[in-house]
């Protein structure tokens, strides 16, 4: 009896020890995420940027500084058969284990509602993803011309 | 509330026809043997007979380049977070990569969201990429119906249930010459090398005519 008791807690033990060494940086890491400049008066922006993820898991939520916008959200652009684009909310992101998932113009990105200032070519803001595995993961994101 | 033309997509997928049968005339075609990234559409469309307001200027704007030149147009928007800064960035990367002789190149971007694109925020886009830039608005929704049938451009912005601005809209960059032909359509996504080759052999097609 002792030892089935111990067993689970000492399970719970380790993983409380993973997940404390393993937190955002082993298990998710997030590369070169960068934004456009906006116009005076633009109200969007976007994000992108590359997830590298050592183990699967998934993204389940964005928000970003909020002294840069009011809301930020997993966004989608697509285009159909005649050429005509669309963007569609994503409710979260797969990310396989070893492997990637691309942020890039046309494709997925952060989208950015309410804008408070304009991104500024050179400046940077903080965004927080959030992981159902890897937790919080903050990065700064830089906004530049390209 | 807002300006909804629906039947777009119809409009679209008509395009799609025939932009597949320009590119089997390309194919089959082309002296030169140059075959453009873009989509050569047969015959190709004019706009010669468009005009819509020029927000600087106050004048109606005339869908032709200067003699020799060429005149790019976009329909998009400004609070468009992805696609349209993407298409103006990657002309912009082309037009700089060109050099000199892109300022034979005229630029236009017209709104299709006229509610939310004040004359100053649209303004203020269209300089953001291109400093010399026509920024084409009209709040004639009829008209600006009207503009877009024969550029084959669609939209469609509806408010939805939370009060957020949908937009649906076609993403292409048309190349018009002097006599306001669409010389060349390309579609999203087309990389910025091809669009600057394509520029170049348009201008250079130009200046020998």
Redesign the interface.
């Given at each position: 009896m002792p030892k089935a008791i111990r067993l689970p807690a000492l399970i719970t033990v380790l993983a409380l020890v993973g997940s404390a060494c393993g937190g955002s940086d082993e298990g998710v890491s997030i590369d070169q995420p960068w934004a456009r400049p906006t116009a005076a008066a633009q109200d969007t922006g976007a994000v992108y940027f590359t997830i590298v993820a050592a183990e699967e898991d998934s993204l389940i939520g964005v928000s970003v500084s909020a002294e840069v916008a009011g809301s930020a959200a997993l966004h989608e652009t697509s285009m159909d058969a005649a050429g005509v684009m669309m963007m569609s909310m994503v409710p979260s992101i797969e990310v396989p284990a070893d492997g990637e998932v691309v942020f890039a113009p046309g494709g997925l990105h952060v989208m950015m509602r309410d804008l408070v200032e304009p991104l500024l070519d050179g400046a940077s803001f903080e965004m927080t993803l959030v992981f159902a595995q890897a937790g919080d993961i903050t990065v700064e994101v830089d906004v530049r011309d390209q | 509330m807002r300006f909804s033309r629906r039947g777009?997509?119809s409009v679209?997928?008509w395009?799609?026809i025939a932009l597949g049968a320009g590119l089997v005339l390309v194919a089959c075609g082309g002296s030169e043997g140059y075959v453009p990234a873009g989509i050569v559409r047969s015959p190709a469309p004019d706009v010669s007979r468009v005009s819509l307001p020029e927000v600087t200027s106050g004048n109606d704007f005339v869908f032709r380049a200067e003699p020799g030149g060429l005149l790019v147009v976009f329909w998009g928007y400004?609070?468009?977070?992805?696609?349209c800064?993407?298409t103006l960035?990657d002309l912009r990367r082309a037009m700089r990569d060109i050099g000199e002789s892109a300022e034979a190149i005229e630029v236009a971007m017209v709104t299709i969201d006229p509610d939310?694109d004040?004359p100053?925020?649209l303004t203020?886009?269209v300089?953001?990429f291109f400093p010399d830039g026509l920024a084409i608005r009209t709040e004639d929704a009829a008209a600006l119906a009207a503009a877009a049938v024969p550029f084959g451009a669609?939209y469609e912005v509806t408010a939805n249930a939370d009060g957020l601005v949908d937009?649906?809209?076609?993403?292409?960059l048309y190349a018009i010459d002097e006599n306001g032909l669409i010389r060349l359509t390309w579609?999203?996504?087309t990389n910025s090398d091809d669009i600057r080759l394509d520029l170049e052999a348009l201008l250079k097609e130009g200046s020998n005519a």
């Amino acid at each position: 009896m002792p030892k089935a008791i111990r067993l689970p807690a000492l399970i719970t033990v380790l993983a409380l020890v993973g997940s404390a060494c393993g937190g955002s940086d082993e298990g998710v890491s997030i590369d070169q995420p960068w934004a456009r400049p906006t116009a005076a008066a633009q109200d969007t922006g976007a994000v992108y940027f590359t997830i590298v993820a050592a183990e699967e898991d998934s993204l389940i939520g964005v928000s970003v500084s909020a002294e840069v916008a009011g809301s930020a959200a997993l966004h989608e652009t697509s285009m159909d058969a005649a050429g005509v684009m669309m963007m569609s909310m994503v409710p979260s992101i797969e990310v396989p284990a070893d492997g990637e998932v691309v942020f890039a113009p046309g494709g997925l990105h952060v989208m950015m509602r309410d804008l408070v200032e304009p991104l500024l070519d050179g400046a940077s803001f903080e965004m927080t993803l959030v992981f159902a595995q890897a937790g919080d993961i903050t990065v700064e994101v830089d906004v530049r011309d390209q | 509330m807002r300006f909804s033309r629906r039947g777009g997509f119809s409009v679209g997928r008509w395009i799609t026809i025939a932009l597949g049968a320009g590119l089997v005339l390309v194919a089959c075609g082309g002296s030169e043997g140059y075959v453009p990234a873009g989509i050569v559409r047969s015959p190709a469309p004019d706009v010669s007979r468009v005009s819509l307001p020029e927000v600087t200027s106050g004048n109606d704007f005339v869908f032709r380049a200067e003699p020799g030149g060429l005149l790019v147009v976009f329909w998009g928007y400004t609070s468009c977070p992805d696609v349209c800064p993407t298409t103006l960035a990657d002309l912009r990367r082309a037009m700089r990569d060109i050099g000199e002789s892109a300022e034979a190149i005229e630029v236009a971007m017209v709104t299709i969201d006229p509610d939310r694109d004040t004359p100053e925020v649209l303004t203020a886009f269209v300089h953001v990429f291109f400093p010399d830039g026509l920024a084409i608005r009209t709040e004639d929704a009829a008209a600006l119906a009207a503009a877009a049938v024969p550029f084959g451009a669609s939209y469609e912005v509806t408010a939805n249930a939370d009060g957020l601005v949908d937009v649906l809209h076609t993403g292409f960059l048309y190349a018009i010459d002097e006599n306001g032909l669409i010389r060349l359509t390309w579609p999203f996504g087309t990389n910025s090398d091809d669009i600057r080759l394509d520029l170049e052999a348009l201008l250079k097609e130009g200046s020998n005519a």
